[in-house]
């Protein structure tokens, strides 16, 4: 049974900083694309970035790049996501996905077939 489990949202203040986790379980992790999307309330959800696997090229976007970087330890069955210069408009539920996905459809929710449940980022002062 695979498994994907977020941690690390918080409240944050505008400017700040935080580090999302997602520990994958029940796959073979280094053969899946990971990728970070996002749901604020009343809005669909949105890619924010996603991790190849293989090369491990990384997508961001356009909203989040220099801000956001995202990451993978395949030891630790395990990818990260840096968000900096957090704004109000960063506020959202982040879900963790996985997927065999292609590079062209790296940035479709519909092309992942993994989701965790999500962890809670809010920005405000």
């Known amino acids: 049974q695979v498994q994907l489990v977020e941690s690390g949202g918080a409240w944050v203040q505008p400017g700040g900083s935080l580090r999302l986790s997602c520990l994958a379980s029940?796959?073979?992790?280094?053969?899946?694309?990971l990728g970070w999307f996002r749901q604020a309330p009343g809005k669909e959800r949105e890619f924010v970035a996603a991790?190849?696997?293989?090369?491990?090229?990384?997508y961001a976007a356009d909203s989040v790049k220099g801000r956001f970087t995202i990451s993978r330890d395949n030891a630790k069955h395990t990818v990260f996501m840096q968000m900096n210069s957090l704004k109000p408009e960063d506020t959202a539920v982040y879900y963790c996905?996985?997927?065999?996905?292609?590079?062209?459809?790296?940035?479709?929710?519909?092309?992942?077939?993994?989701w965790g449940q999500g962890t809670q980022v809010t920005v405000s002062s």
């Open positions: 029940g796959l073979s992790f280094r053969d899946y694309t």
């Open positions: 991790n190849r696997w293989g090369q491990g090229n990384t």
């Open positions: 996905a996985a997927g065999r996905v292609i590079a062209s459809t790296s940035r479709q929710a519909s092309a992942y077939n993994y």
